[in-house]
């Protein structure tokens, strides 16, 4: 499998089209033609779950909240957000980022915690069109 074969699983789950204007998810770090035998998950790119994916023959890290929101200005490996992307490289980790498409998707993060709150009569706040469906 192929970092774009993950992308492209992701996309049929939560499309990347349902991410809000100002969220920065697909891929972030990375090669889509690089070869994946194994893939992480976690809710933040952090040194620790960088470590863990390394530690456990990752090559790709897909994670809740993008660790590029904002377009970067300057590599520089003693700010916190380049050092893990140095890291990331360094280790061969791939990352993507499922945000808001994910938290819009149909049994995506916002219905699961419907479900898991027993909650009803649940509808969108936002009527964004992206969304339905």
């Keep these: 499998m192929r970092v774009a074969d993950v992308m492209a ?22 090669d889509p ?3 994946v035998a194994r ?5 933040d790119v952090t040194a620790d779950t960088l470590a863990e994916t390394a530690a456990k023959d990752c090559q790709c890290l897909v994670s ?8 970067l200005k300057t590599l520089r490996l003693d700010q916190p957000t380049a ?11 791939h990352l993507i980022a499922a945000h808001t ?5 149909r049994d995506g993060t916002n219905q699961q915690l419907v479900r898991m ?17």
Excluded: K, T
Excluded at 9 to 26: I, K, M, Q, T, V
Excluded at 83 to 93: C, D, K, V, Y
Excluded at 117 to 133: F, I, M, T
């Design 83 to 93: 050092m893990l992307i140095a890291r990331a490289i360094r280790n061969g980790i």
């Design 101 to 105: 498409n994910l938290d819009a998707a």
């Design 9 to 30: 699983w992701l996309d049929a789950h939560a499309p990347f089209r349902y991410a809000a204007e100002w969220d920065n998810s697909g891929l972030q770090v990375g």
């Design 33 to 35: 033609r690089a070869e």
């Design 39 to 43: 893939v992480m998950v976690a809710l």
């Design 117 to 133: 709150l027993g909650l009803e009569r649940c509808c969108p706040l936002d009527s964004d069109p992206r969304w339905q469906g």
């Design 64 to 71: 809740h909240h993008p660790l590029i929101f904002q377009p």
